[in-house]
């Protein structure tokens, strides 16, 4: 049964099975996307963080090492309550959307991106700060020469995100519902085929998901490698 | 004000062509600090600071390690605002204008993680005045033509000194700080140091620099600014000073000896 299912899930991957790929693209577009607008307000927020004087940041630094730790299904469960018919956001109708699967992961993923970013632009700020004063810098001319600088180690921080982002499942389940055709994505499917018994179809996404976390690792270390080679990090 | 650059001078090089100094409008005394003191983590390291500094020519500071010389400079540049006191320009507080007109070389360089040509590069556009062949000239006139490409954090200490020389001036200052810019250089880098400091200076730069080189402050300098445990001791003309120094502290200092304050 085990053996057979695995040769199933590798017939289902290799002869490109319409449902299996259906969700692996969802589940790529969902993540990619959020991480992306959490890239936007993560890094932002993370940069205004690093270099900003301006009244409450200790608050806000320890707030979003809060947040960061905050568990997927309470992220799932709070945009439930803002998107679900009665709550502020209902008549947008976006429950059980894609995009609510989004917005779930972008505030799942933001405070990882801000509290991350903020320490890799914080310790280069350090480095530059009397330099920039010196050259006189502005706020903003500071900010881009930081971000630039800092591209590979932020380029780790994003595939952080993306990994978190493919691997969740509490947050996306909760506002997706796991829709077939609509808001199924890999780690939901694993979850529902493997306690339906449909073993072969969860284990060929498993795999898919493994072979994404690897391929996140190798660019991760190449990153870095490249990064050293350079003498940027 | 007028630009009084004389570009014909035999020696200048084409640099001043491509970066002439913004050219302040100058009045006699330039740089006044009015009893500064700083004070850090309950530590006096400036203290009864009082200066006029010479509108034009080379002033050198010199004094022990510890003696505060990096923090004045700071201070005089505008990157450390002093506990007490004040630092004029011209008569008037440091405004945006004068702090656009100024550059400085740090002690320990601090150099983008980008390549050599991007050091550079980056000024210019900030400054709004890149062009490849300013890059090109300023590279080529601290020997870093050969080096464009090169990571600058792979640079030798002596190169990345060299390079953040070409980028202070790369700013066209009108007041050049250089603190210890020549400590890590070997004798032929230094010369060309040396030769620019002075072509600036020629050219109108107000050139303030710390250095430990007491052959290099008496090629260089016009004047010399000696500092003892955070306070100025003496400022006086170079011969005077070389000739005859008023501090007892100066004494030691050139005699190669530690001095023990009586207190
Ligand atoms: N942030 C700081 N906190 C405490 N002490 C400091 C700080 N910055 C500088 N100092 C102290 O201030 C004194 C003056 O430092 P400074 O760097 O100006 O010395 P210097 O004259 O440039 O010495 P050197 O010749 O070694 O470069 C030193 O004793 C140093 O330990
Ligand atoms: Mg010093």
């Known amino acids: 049964m085990q053996e057979s299912a695995i040769n199933i899930a590798v017939n289902l991957i290799t002869q490109g099975d319409p449902d299996l790929y259906e969700i692996i693209g969802l589940s790529l577009r969902v993540s990619l996307s959020s991480v992306a607008l959490s890239l936007i307000f993560g890094l932002t927020l993370g940069a205004a963080l690093a270099t900003g004087q301006f009244r409450g940041r200790a608050v806000l630094n320890i707030i979003i090492n809060a947040l960061m730790s905050m568990p997927p299904v309470v992220v799932g469960l709070l945009v439930y309550l803002a998107l679900s018919r009665s709550g502020p956001m209902g008549w947008l109708g976006l429950l059980y959307t894609p995009t609510a699967m989004i917005i779930a992961q972008t505030f799942l993923i933001t405070p990882l991106i801000t509290a991350l970013s903020r320490q890799v632009i914080e310790d280069l700020y350090l480095e530059y700060k009397e330099q920039f004063a010196s050259l006189r810098l502005t706020q903003s001319q500071r900010i881009k020469a930081l971000l630039w600088d800092a591209r590979y180690s932020l380029s780790t921080v994003a595939l952080a995100g993306l990994g978190r982002a493919l691997s969740e499942v509490g947050a996306v389940i909760i506002v997706g519902g796991n829709i077939e055709h609509l808001t199924r994505v890999m780690t939901t499917a694993i979850a529902l085929e493997t306690s339906k018994g449909d073993l072969a179809l969860a284990l060929a996404l498993g795999m898919i998901l493994l072979g994404l976390a690897l391929l996140i690792n190798i660019l991760l270390s190449s990153l870095n490698l490249s990064a050293r080679r350079q003498a940027y990090a | ?263």
């Open chain 2, 1 to 263: 004000m007028p630009n009084v650059i004389d570009i014909n001078r035999p020696g200048t090089g084409n640099l001043h062509k491509l970066l002439p100094s913004q050219g302040l409008a100058l009045n006699r005394t330039q740089l006044d600090l009015t009893d500064v003191h700083y004070t850090v983590a309950g530590k006096q390291i400036l203290s009864k600071v009082n200066l006029a500094l010479h509108a034009k020519g080379i002033t050198a500071i010199m004094g022990f390690n510890g003696a505060g010389k990096s923090i004045l400079l700071k201070v005089m540049h505008g990157i450390v605002s002093p506990t007490r006191g004040s630092v004029h320009w011209n008569k008037e507080p440091t405004n945006a204008e004068h702090r656009l007109q100024q550059a400085m070389v740090f002690q320990k360089p601090v150099l983008l993680r980008r390549s050599v040509k991007a050091n550079i590069d980056f000024v210019l556009k900030q400054r709004k005045s890149f062009a490849p062949a300013t890059r090109n000239a300023l590279l080529a006139r601290v020997g870093l033509d050969e080096k464009y490409h090169v990571p600058a954090r792979l640079l030798s200490g002596g190169e990345q000194q060299r390079l953040a020389l070409a980028r202070a001036l790369a700013c066209r200052p009108s007041i050049l700080f250089l603190d210890e810019a020549t400590a890590s250089l070997d004798p032929a880098s230094t010369a060309i140091i040396e030769n620019i400091v002075h072509e600036q200076a020629v050219a109108g730069t107000k050139i303030i620099m710390v250095t430990h080189d007491a052959a290099q402050a008496a090629r260089l300098a016009d004047y010399i600014v000696f500092m003892d445990a955070g306070t100025i001791t003496e400022h006086n003309p170079s011969h005077h000073f070389f000739a005859a120094p008023d501090s007892q502290a100066a004494k030691a200092y050139l005699d190669g000896r530690l001095f023990h304050h009586d207190s």
